[in-house]
């Protein structure tokens, strides 16, 4: 069962405007939330990071807001650019147990972004 | 910025042969993973490690194996590849801090495209 969704494979958006890109998430556990974007033939290239103490953490043209109670994170792209046009995974951790055992990511499958000039 | 290398980019191998792929990285980091990720389906992870000496396998099951005798040094090994194997190979490093949340935040190698005739 998936435990981080992204439920829209794909998105188009307009040069200049905002591209929201969605994800959900259903292990209660899961307390570090993180964006990558990727490019084909490429590895993914990290974002923008939160952690669940916040629900909100901007980094320039990008924001990302996370809704706990939803279990509903998203990331904000204004304005959005051609060379934003790529996918973007979206990945979950737990801290668990402390030590070396923990911090893994949990990824969704990706929604690929379209900037339309 | 994680400086983190995969050689070869692009490997096209016929069935029962043995490949290694190559991963460095030097940033120092501890910890460090491997990858398998189709077109459009999420990253599964199916090797870690937390330092010299110490792997475990992922989530997915895989038939391939790994070494961490050096630190900057993650090598993926398959003793005979099947087409089964073809898919792209992304290898990634994280620092470990103890309990500080960067130890979330994994970078990318470029990937290797394998393909198995």
């Known amino acids: 069962d998936q435990q981080v969704k992204q439920n829209s494979p794909s998105l188009s958006v307009q040069e200049g405007r905002i591209s929201i890109l969605n994800c959900d998430y259903t292990n209660s556990m899961f307390d570090y939330f993180l964006w990558y974007k990727k490019y084909p033939a490429e590895g993914p290239t990290f974002l923008i990071s939160i952690s669940s103490i916040k629900d909100k953490n901007e980094d320039g043209r990008f924001t990302v807001f996370l809704n706990k109670s939803a279990k509903h994170l998203s990331l904000h792209i204004v304005p959005s650019q051609p060379g934003d046009s790529a996918v973007y995974f979206c990945?979950?951790?737990?801290?668990?147990?402390?030590?070396?055992?923990?911090?893994?990511?949990?990824f969704g499958k990706g929604t690929k972004l379209s900037v339309i000039p | 910025e994680a400086d983190i290398y995969q050689t070869p980019r692009y490997l096209v191998i016929g069935t029962g042969k043995k490949i290694t792929l190559e991963c460095s990285q030097t940033?120092?980091?501890?910890?460090m993973y491997w990858y398998q990720q189709d077109p459009g389906m999420e990253l599964h992870l199916i090797h870690y490690s937390y330092g010299v000496n110490s792997t475990e396998k992922g989530d997915l099951s895989s038939e391939s194996t790994v070494s961490r005798i050096r630190t900057e040094h993650f090598p993926l090994t398959l003793e005979s590849a099947r087409p089964s194997h073809t898919s792209q190979y992304l290898c990634a490093s994280s620092e470990y801090r103890g309990s500080h949340r960067v130890a979330d935040t994994q970078y990318f190698g470029p990937g290797t495209r394998l393909t198995v005739l």
């Open positions: 990945a979950a951790s737990a801290s668990g147990n402390s030590g070396a055992g923990s911090y893994q990511l949990t």
């Open positions: 940033m120092g980091h501890d910890k």
